[in-house]
């Protein structure tokens, strides 16, 4: 009570929390052309998406949409596909990228910075151009064939594209990128101090990296994972191209929903459920790490 | 059980946390720098040796070197009768304080302190009690369950020296611990420190740049520059009988009047000097005067004190004392730090007076100018 009465009888006190509204007031008007964006490119188009997908072939509301996934079984091998390929592409991801990402996170930085653009460069160069690079490098009479024949590897050319292993390969490919970055940004950040320190009090750099190294690199690891993880989930040009029709993941299902059976309804539902996953994944992972710094390397 | 048999109990314990450190010829270069240019030392079985030194001058090099963490180019190092010089830094048993402290973010303070006794395979018991009584040691009891990041900056200090302590190391390295603490604390924290290297009798290494914090804390100083061990000695050698110029401008503050021999005598603008058992160097040599050794004469000028005519610059008042900068005859300033007591302020002279300064023959010290 003390406090409001001084507030108000100090001078000028009234037309400085008038002036502090005011400012407010002004900062929001800032901020109205990017809240309209996002009503307009995000909140409309997703609210759509969920009112077309129960809307039933007759077009009344319905739940068929949903019915439909639980129901038929070619649903629920679309989604353990999905979630197998999503789940061995994060996995190799780890495996080759988090060494990788040591091996640069520990070069000086002229050559960190070399290794950094051999990273991104392909980062950089379109997908379709990347997924049908290997679809060259990867068929019957393509080069890595033709090489492993003629090197004595294997003597029949094998089958190493238009199956899950091609799309592994391509996905694992195009998804490194999104592991290492993250993971590189967090081991950068480790002070080299904790790992003296570590070996100071005895441990052996074996125990050190597992002790300390690892789980200060952690939160990276898991942000990169979580990133590769959920655009696995709903990727489309590497299976489509490199599973030759026999990796059906869920975003290939939307498309032929649209396309082959015009049903805009099943098509919405599959997105619906797609975004829900997503979303899920992120809010569990939100309470092991930071999800606002996801591209950032998560601290 | 009998008094004396406690005590020789409790000296042995003392004399096996503590080993000597023998240094002897160690070298290493950075391209053309001599980061360190064969140095030897050795630090007693229980000394508290402090490497004060400029930034770049060696002294953390060094601290490098006895950690394991810089390989040197050559030279030979001991811990007791151990040859060290090539065992790596995991197995050197010595304890470090570092200077950014480096506990581990992703653990509690327990976690941090029990780390070295977890390595060591100690019972899960056994490290509870451990690391508690480190943590008492440095009077955190009760804060193991604290986060690092909850910890202020004198608290993660002290965490650093339990971490460092806790597995009982006779070697006890520190890498200017306290430089990023507040004056304040940093002043209780000198105390607190040197109250547990006497309760814990290891031989402790203590680099730092701060002056004041080396005469505090040290058994005995090392002054380091450009890669090498400039003086030896305890904080009042040191302070009192630089061995050279470098480390008579480095410790405390000091103005060099040139001198001149006149025959077997040293005379400063033409009047010989009254020395009290001075060490003259051979060589060039110059006069040493400290601020808080020179006095404003007084009615009774004792014999023994050499005399200079000086015009009063300045004065400046600092709260504890004041600050007196007079110019001599040749226009060189000194500066006299003289005690303020109550209204006395009103008697100090002002500026354009001129005064007569005094300064004993004991105090008077004089150097070879070396000028490195």
């Known amino acids: 009570m003390m406090m409001t009465d001084t507030s108000i009888s100090l001078p000028h006190g009234a037309s400085l929390r008038r002036d502090g509204a005011l400012e407010r007031l002004r900062l929001f008007g800032l901020s109205s052309p990017a809240l309209l964006l996002v009503l307009v490119v995000l909140v409309i188009?997703?609210?759509?998406?969920?009112?077309?997908?129960?809307?039933g072939a007759n077009g009344q509301f319905s739940l068929e949409n949903y019915e439909r996934m639980i129901a038929r079984k070619s649903y629920t091998r679309i989604f353990i596909t999905t979630f197998q390929v999503s789940f061995l592409t994060t996995g190799l991801c780890i495996l080759i990228g988090y060494p990788l990402a040591y091996f640069m996170s520990q070069l000086p930085s002229r050559w960190a910075s070399l290794a950094l653009i051999t990273v991104l460069v392909p980062f950089w160069t379109s997908l379709l151009v990347r997924t049908y690079a290997w679809l060259v490098l990867l068929q019957k009479q393509g080069l890595i064939n033709q090489w492993a024949i003629s090197l004595g590897v294997w003597d029949e050319p094998i089958k190493i594209v238009h199956n899950m292993t091609g799309t592994l390969i391509g996905m694992v490919h195009i998804m490194l990128p999104f592991l290492i970055l993250p993971v590189y940004n967090a081991m950068k950040a480790i002070d080299h101090d904790y790992l003296k320190a570590a070996s100071n009090l005895g441990a052996s750099p074996r125990?050190?990296?597992w002790t300390v190294f690892f789980p200060l690199s952690a939160p990276g690891l898991l942000a990169g994972s979580l990133m590769v993880f959920i655009l696995c989930l709903g990727f489309f040009v590497t299976p489509a191209v490199l599973g030759g029709g026999k990796v059906i993941m869920v975003s290939m299902k939307i498309v032929s929903n649209i396309e082959l059976f015009v049903n805009w309804g099943a098509a919405s539902a599959l997105g619906v459920v797609l975004l829900a996953l997503t979303v899920a994944i992120l809010w569990v992972a939100s309470r092991f790490i930071n999800v606002a710094n996801l591209s950032g390397g998560g601290r | 059980m009998p008094a004396e048999t406690q005590g020789v109990s409790n000296l042995t314990t003392l004399l096996a946390k503590a080993l000597p450190i023998t240094v002897r010829n160690i070298t290493k270069t950075y391209g053309a720098v001599h980061a360190?240019?064969?140095v030897s030392v050795d630090v007693k079985s229980g000394e508290f040796l402090t490497l004060l030194g400029p930034s770049g001058s060696g002294k953390t090099t060094l601290l490098m070197v006895l950690a394991g963490f810089t390989r040197p180019d050559g030279g030979s190092l001991k811990f007791g009768d151990d040859e060290v010089i090539r065992k790596p830094p995991h197995l050197r048993d010595v304890g470090m304080v570092f200077q950014n402290y480096a506990l581990f973010p992703h653990m509690t303070v327990a976690g941090n302190v029990g780390y070295p006794l977890r390595l060591r395979k100690t019972p899960k018991a056994e490290i509870d009690t451990r690391?508690?009584?480190?943590?008492?040691?440095?009077?955190?009891?009760?804060?193991?369950?604290?986060?690092i990041h909850q910890l202020s900056g004198g608290q993660k200090q002290r965490v650093a020296v339990a971490r460092a302590i806790v597995f009982e190391p006779r070697i006890l390295l520190m890498d200017e611990p306290l430089s990023a603490l507040d004056k304040k604390l940093r002043d209780q924290m000198q105390i607190e420190l040197r109250h547990l290297h006497e309760k814990l009798g290891m031989t402790t290494v203590y680099v730092t740049h701060d002056q004041r914090e080396a005469l505090t804390m040290s058994d005995r100083i090392a002054v380091v520059n450009h890669g090498r061990i400039m003086q030896l000695g305890t904080p009042q050698q040191v302070y009192d009988k630089p061995a050279n110029r470098f480390v008579a401008d480095f410790i405390g503050d000091s103005t060099f009047l040139p001198v001149a021999r006149e025959g077997s005598q040293i005379a400063f603008a033409g009047t010989p000097l009254k020395l009290s058992g001075t060490v003259v160097p051979s060589g060039n040599v110059v006069l040493m005067v400290r601020p808080e050794r020179l006095r404003l004469a007084t009615a009774d000028v004792p014999q023994t004190a050499n005399l200079f005519e000086a015009t009063v610059a300045n004065v400046v008042y600092q709260g504890d004392s004041y600050l007196m900068y007079a110019h001599l005859p040749g226009g060189i300033e000194v500066s006299l730090r003289g005690g303020i007591r109550g209204d006395a302020v009103a008697e100090l002279p002002m500026p354009g007076d001129t005064v007569t300064l005094t300064l004993d023959a004991a105090d008077t010290v004089l150097i070879a100018d070396d000028d490195d």
């Open chain 1, 207 to 209: 125990r050190a990296f």
């Open chain 2, 131 to 147: 690391v508690e009584e480190a943590l008492e040691t440095v009077r955190l009891g009760g804060y193991g369950a604290r986060h």
């Open chain 1, 45 to 55: 188009p997703v609210g759509w998406l969920f009112y077309v997908s129960f809307i």
């Open chain 2, 36 to 38: 360190l240019d064969d």
